[in-house]
């Protein structure tokens, strides 16, 4: 299934901005992070499809996923 991941903010270091990967059918959020090697502490927001999601939320095909670190200020 071909799923579009678009990074934000310091998930962008050496990485991309917004890439179309394949992954198998029954794939979880978590799997594309573990794959990305994104660092669970530094992860804020999870958006399938622009609704909040969870790391063990199920994905489906033509799905967007964007991930979004922790924001930090003061």
Do not use: W
């Not at 992954?23 to 799997?31: E, G, H, L, T």
């Not at 669970?40 to 095909?61: C, F, P, Q, R, Y």
């Amino acid at each position: 299934m071909n799923i579009t991941v678009s990074l934000h903010g310091v998930f962008r270091i050496d990485r991309f901005k917004l890439k179309k990967l394949d992954y198998p059918d029954c794939s979880i959020v978590q799997n594309i992070i573990d794959d990305l090697q994104i660092p669970v502490k530094l992860l804020g927001i999870i958006l399938i499809n622009g609704t909040h999601a969870k790391a063990e939320d199920m994905l489906h095909d033509g799905d967007t996923l964007m991930l979004l670190p922790l924001l930090e200020g003061g």
